[in-house]
């Protein structure tokens, strides 16, 4: 078995080839690009972490005029067509540029991001301004944005201005690659300067590409397709392919075979199991897709620590809050759809592809859909879309199910913190079980559950009422000859409360669950321990739960 080099982090294709690292060919992307006349534009919008990025570094690789490649493309499968390498391998002008790093806290930090990115691109090309052929005009223009001090016109017309001068010089017309076009917008609906940069995006996407005769063509990526009406005024013969669409489903993230030959190559075939739990189960147009970022990770760690179980690559991430801010809008109860989400259910909802990031939290529709177009939810390959606005909608795989999960228990956490505790608290410490269980009922019903009410989504969420309100709370804590459930303490007033969890078969038998709960506390003598650490009061608890329904029984030592 040979070893390969997992390239973790690295979306250069050059640097992956000329470095041997395991490379999944996605080449015969370029023979499905320009297997007929490719549109002017072509839009290709996929979740993060699919490979966007190093796709488009392999096609500035095999179109850019200024490079000499073939060697890195040999064995590949664009390869095999030897005409196509010849009318279009490094033979064309290319500009490639990412506004990845685009945003900030305010436009101006934004917009001076974006100069800089600019700046970057027209120093890369400093060789046209030697060109006796092109027009002094464009020169100053050059200057100054090279120097970072063009005037926000010289900003917007900044593309058309580069491509022009790069067809005077070559003699042909330019390859346009932009990645990660979107971001400059998604930070600014988050930061409400939305509107400053659509203007200047806005108007630097229209003038490089509406009616622009050095544009060859142009490909673009991003996460979201942002209504045509908003960043692609006026521009024509415009494709957008999306996750529903079929012609490159298979060109962003792994197949089945692609990942099965990865794990063959690199010996660890007897995880292929594990990473379909974890890692499959996205469906982008017919095709069953993994996420090649998750994949790559796991491999990558296994290399180093063998037999590693599977995690959460995509958990210490800001992005992740927009399951959070799905459930903390106003207006919109979508907790039948979440719990059916977590018990691994399908949902039958609305979605859109017509989207700002102005108005992603405008409609339930709108969120719905963002989490479907950034990968939280894949459509049911079962169930195929209902026309171009009804989708059958699931978690994915075991880690975007990990990532809802731990969102619902933050936000719930949320929304605990900020809220007025003080009647649970006085009820919990004067031994009222019938307003402890009214009020723990009533906080049930707001929250989403998951694990089809097991019993640990009970204990989480009892937990959760007393943290961060003055009380010890100890987590089934050792004491006697078992460990409770949950006791809580108050260490001012020197009283403890122990409460042992059970989980009924219906509504009648919540008080025979309650029971037996108190029984447990009883023939374990859970509360010796604790009147042994000083506690003058022990309050046992008994508490039943049927679905979103309690019933707490006391007895007292």
């Given at each position: 078995?040979?070893?390969?080099?997992?390239?973790i982090?690295?979306?250069?294709?050059?640097?992956?080839?000329?470095?041997?690292?395991?490379?999944?060919?996605k080449?015969?992307?370029?023979?499905?690009?320009l297997?007929?006349?490719?549109?002017?534009?072509?839009?290709?919008?996929?979740?993060?972490?699919?490979?966007?990025?190093?796709?488009m570094?392999?096609?500035?690789s095999?179109?850019?005029?200024?490079?000499?490649?073939?060697?890195?493309?040999?064995?590949?499968?664009?390869?095999?067509?030897?005409?196509?390498c010849?009318g279009?391998?490094?033979?064309?002008?290319?500009?490639?540029?990412?506004?990845?790093?685009?945003?900030?806290?305010?436009?101006?930090?934004?917009?001076?991001?974006?100069?800089?990115?600019?700046?970057?691109?027209?120093?890369?090309?400093?060789?046209?301004?030697?060109s006796?052929?092109?027009?002094?005009s464009?020169?100053?223009?050059?200057?100054?944005?090279?120097?970072?001090?063009?005037?926000?016109?010289?900003?917007?017309?900044?593309?058309?201005?580069?491509?022009?001068?790069m067809?005077?010089?070559?003699?042909?017309?330019?390859?346009?690659?932009?990645?990660?076009?979107?971001?400059?917008?998604a930070?600014?609906?988050?930061?409400?300067?939305?509107?400053e940069?659509?203007d200047?995006?806005?108007?630097?996407?229209s003038?490089?590409?509406?009616?622009?005769?050095?544009?060859?063509?142009?490909?673009i990526t991003?996460?979201?397709?942002?209504?045509?009406?908003s960043?692609?005024?006026?521009?024509?013969n415009?494709?957008?392919?999306?996750?529903?669409?079929?012609?490159?489903?298979?060109?962003?993230?792994?197949?089945?075979?692609?990942?099965?030959?990865?794990?063959?190559?690199?010996?660890?075939?007897?995880?292929?199991?594990?990473?379909k739990?974890?890692y499959?189960g996205?469906?982008?147009?017919?095709?069953e897709?993994?996420?090649?970022?998750?994949?790559?990770c796991?491999?990558?760690?296994?290399?180093f620590?063998?037999?590693s179980?599977?995690?959460?690559?995509?958990?210490n991430?800001?992005?992740?809050?927009?399951?959070?801010t799905?459930?903390?809008?106003?207006?919109?109860?979508?907790?039948?759809s979440?719990?059916?989400?977590?018990?691994?259910e399908?949902?039958?909802?609305?979605?859109?592809?017509?989207l700002?990031?102005?108005n992603?939290?405008?409609?339930?529709?709108?969120?719905?859909?963002?989490?479907?177009?950034?990968?939280?939810l894949?459509?049911?390959?079962?169930?195929?879309?209902q026309?171009?606005?009804?989708?059958?909608?699931?978690i994915?795989?075991?880690?975007?199910?990990d990532?809802?999960?731990?969102?619902?228990v933050?936000?719930?956490?949320?929304?605990?913190?900020?809220?007025?505790?003080?009647?649970?608290?006085?009820?919990?410490?004067?031994?009222?079980?019938?307003?402890?269980?009214?009020?723990?009922?009533?906080?049930?019903?707001?929250?989403?559950?998951?694990?089809?009410?097991?019993?640990?989504?009970?204990h989480?969420?009892?937990a959760?009422?007393?943290?961060?309100?003055?009380?010890?709370?100890?987590?089934?804590?050792?004491s006697?000859?078992?460990?409770?459930?949950?006791?809580?303490?108050?260490?001012?007033?020197?009283?403890?409360?122990?409460?042992?969890?059970?989980?009924?078969?219906?509504?009648?038998s919540?008080?025979?669950?309650?029971?037996?709960?108190?029984d447990?506390?009883?023939?374990?003598?859970?509360?010796?321990?604790?009147?042994?650490?000083?506690?003058?009061?022990?309050?046992?608890?008994?508490?039943?739960?049927?679905?979103?329904?309690?019933?707490?029984?006391?007895?007292?030592?």
């Amino acid at each position: 078995m040979m070893q390969y080099n997992i390239p973790i982090g690295i979306s250069e294709f050059e640097k992956i080839r000329k470095n041997d690292y395991y490379y999944v060919d996605k080449t015969d992307l370029i023979q499905t690009l320009l297997k007929t006349e490719p549109a002017e534009i072509t839009l290709f919008t996929r979740p993060r972490r699919f490979g966007k990025t190093l796709v488009m570094s392999m096609l500035a690789s095999f179109f850019d005029i200024r490079r000499e490649n073939r060697d890195l493309f040999k064995g590949l499968k664009v390869a095999k067509d030897q005409k196509l390498c010849q009318g279009w391998m490094n033979q064309w002008p290319v500009i490639f540029l990412s506004f990845k790093d685009v945003g900030g806290e305010c436009f101006e930090d934004a917009y001076g991001l974006l100069q800089s990115v600019i700046s970057q691109l027209y120093v890369e090309h400093t060789y046209l301004e030697e060109s006796m052929e092109i027009d002094e005009s464009y020169k100053d223009i050059f200057g100054r944005l090279k120097r970072r001090q063009g005037n926000k016109t010289d900003v917007q017309i900044s593309l058309r201005v580069l491509m022009r001068m790069m067809q005077i010089y070559y003699g042909k017309q330019v390859i346009l690659l932009i990645d990660e076009y979107d971001v400059p917008m998604a930070k600014a609906g988050n930061k409400a300067y939305y509107n400053e940069m659509l203007d200047v995006i806005g108007t630097m996407m229209s003038q490089a590409l509406k009616d622009n005769t050095a544009l060859k063509f142009s490909v673009i990526t991003g996460c979201l397709r942002i209504s045509k009406e908003s960043i692609f005024t006026g521009t024509n013969n415009f494709v957008a392919d999306t996750i529903a669409d079929e012609r490159f489903s298979n060109y962003f993230g792994f197949t089945n075979e692609e990942v099965q030959r990865l794990l063959e190559d690199t010996g660890n075939i007897k995880y292929q199991g594990q990473i379909k739990k974890w890692y499959d189960g996205y469906c982008f147009g017919k095709t069953e897709i993994y996420c090649p970022w998750d994949v790559l990770c796991y491999l990558n760690k296994l290399a180093f620590e063998s037999e590693s179980e599977p995690e959460n690559f995509w958990e210490n991430t800001s992005h992740n809050d927009i399951i959070r801010t799905f459930l903390s809008c106003e207006g919109m109860d979508v907790t039948d759809s979440f719990e059916r989400l977590l018990a691994g259910e399908t949902i039958e909802v609305e979605i859109t592809d017509n989207l700002t990031y102005e108005n992603l939290t405008d409609s339930e529709e709108n969120l719905w859909s963002v989490l479907y177009l950034t990968g939280y939810l894949t459509k049911d390959i079962r169930q195929p879309l209902q026309g171009k606005t009804k989708a059958f909608l699931k978690i994915p795989n075991a880690e975007i199910m990990d990532i809802f999960r731990k969102s619902v228990v933050r936000w719930f956490d949320e929304q605990i913190a900020v809220r007025d505790r003080s009647s649970l608290f006085i009820a919990l410490w004067n031994e009222d079980v019938s307003s402890l269980s009214e009020l723990i009922s009533d906080l049930l019903f707001e929250t989403i559950s998951y694990h089809d009410y097991a019993e640990s989504f009970y204990h989480a969420f009892l937990a959760g009422l007393f943290t961060n309100a003055g009380y010890i709370v100890e987590s089934n804590y050792e004491s006697g000859l078992g460990r409770p459930d949950l006791v809580i303490k108050n260490k001012k007033k020197r009283q403890a409360v122990i409460i042992e969890i059970k989980i009924a078969d219906s509504m009648q038998s919540l008080q025979k669950s309650a029971e037996k709960a108190m029984d447990q506390i009883d023939d374990m003598r859970y509360a010796d321990g604790i009147s042994a650490q000083g506690y003058q009061k022990v309050i046992k608890y008994g508490a039943s739960f049927y679905q979103k329904n309690c019933l707490i029984s006391k007895s007292e030592v």
